[in-house]
């Protein structure tokens, strides 16, 4: 009976010790796994490192401890001079206690390598992904690429598609760096919804993104390289009230025996060189006669989602699958609602809220006029909407007390503008408004917001002269229009304004004028 004991405690010794001789080895894989990453992000894998040192010694000594135990039960039983029933129940009390304990000290063991193990994995997603775009990063590319040249098939090409968003640094000097990464987050979500699966999308740096691309011959990879390349250039984004319009140039090689990224970098960089060169906006593969232009391949692209400030660790791929949702939210917006402008900003709600150092100053009119004009070459290059809102108050009274009622109207119009706005005193009592980038349905929106603000805010004036009228005009620019043309045709609109009723405001759409209802 002893002997049986004994041997049913070794064995249950024995099992609890295997099982935590393969925690041990699940251990030494992950410690081979974090020297592999410790460039990666020094400091936490260091830290991972160090729990997981302090796992495996608490594992040893809970083994240790407990073999000790059993073989102590052990020794209590075969020195005994008679077979005792008590001490016999209570070895095999203290066996099951004891083997319970290290059961338990095992799932905990178990439970915190699971967690560590989730550290790990993050770590290495947010070591190979970028951090804006969620897109594969620079490393990622370069590990898929040299595997894949490690078991390429004979009968199987590759090739490496460089893209460029064509003057991407205007955006980032008209609208601001904010709204710049957004043009790029958007890009990526654009790639990735028109590459196959196969596909390989990341980004190289800066505005520069290169998709690897699977195909059976040349062909057929060319084709993929101008379906992605002519469905990116053909995306109206909408931003805020904003609606920008993107183009690429890309360059496009295969990738050959041999090659390494760098290689195929640069081959296809010259070919995306060369697509500036010849205009932007197209891009060029090379064959064995040389560069030759992407295929006109006719493609009925979707359309673009509207861009947000996403989460930057947010990958591409989860962001999708909300993107319907994300759009139909942000179309019940309106203006007044968004807090986040291209710039930054927060646009005050009301005049309390107003930040009087943050808002545009309002500029003379021969200063304006200038400013308009670098705005719309700049405009007028990359294909981007403008618009212009009048704005003027019939104030009665002394001019004094006139005065104080004028700049309570100015006030308020700044609470209503963007800092990428461009304001001026455009006459006595007359304000003029251009906003660069603002689609001809979201000015109509803006120049309502702007009169329904006056009208309500007016009523509560403890002052001696009250506005009688707010007249307001607003319109899009026209294509190739010059600054004198614009004002005058917006003068001329306001001048009708000032028949309108309170709930009208006059819209110019270029070739007449009409009345539209707030």
Known sequence: MIEFLCTLAGMIAGGAIVASITGMKEQHAQDDFMHQLENLNTEKIRGITT?????????????????????SFG?????????????????VDKIISANQQMQNDLENAQRQLAHQQEIIEQTTMQAMSDSLTGLANRRALDEHLGGLLNSKKDDECIGLLLMDIDHFKRFNDTYGHLTGDAVLTCFARLIQQNVRSTAFPARYGGEEFVVVLHGANEQELVEQAASVRKFVSEQTISHEDLELTITASAGLCMVQPGDNLTIAYERSDEGLYKAKELGRNRGLWLSKDGWVQFPEKAAVPEPATDLVQSDPSKPVGEESESVAKESEENSDLSTSDSTELAQGEVQPSNEADYDEEAAPAYMDLTTFVDKVRDHLNQLQQ???????????????????????????????????????????????????????????????????????????????????????????AVGHVLEKEEVPSMLNRMESALDEAKHAKDEEIVVHDGASTQFLQL
């Not at 729990?51 to 073989?71: A, P, W, Y």
């Not at 020794?75 to 070895?91: F, H, N, R």
């Not at 929106?445 to 007016?458: H, Y």
């Open 75 to 91: 020794d209590e039983l075969t020195s005994s001079e008679a077979i005792d029933a008590d001490k016999i129940l209570s070895a």
């Open 382 to 472: 990359m294909d981007l909407p403008a618009a212009c809102i009048m704005v003027e108050a019939s104030i009665p009274g002394e001019e004094s007390e006139s005065r104080l009622s004028w700049q309570k109207v100015l006030t308020l119009i700044q609470t209503k503008v963007r800092g990428i706005d461009v304001l001026c005193h455009f006459r006595p009592m007359t304000v003029c408004i251009f906003l660069p980038g603002c689609s001809a349905e979201a000015s109509y929106e803006r120049a309502s917001e702007v009169k329904e603000l006056l009208l309500r805010s007016a009523i509560d004036w403890d002052l001696v002269a009250i506005p009688e009228k707010f007249a307001v």
């Open 51 to 71: 729990q997981l040192h302090s796992l495996s010694e608490r594992v040893l000594d809970n083994v240790c401890s407990h073999s000790e135990k059993i073989k």
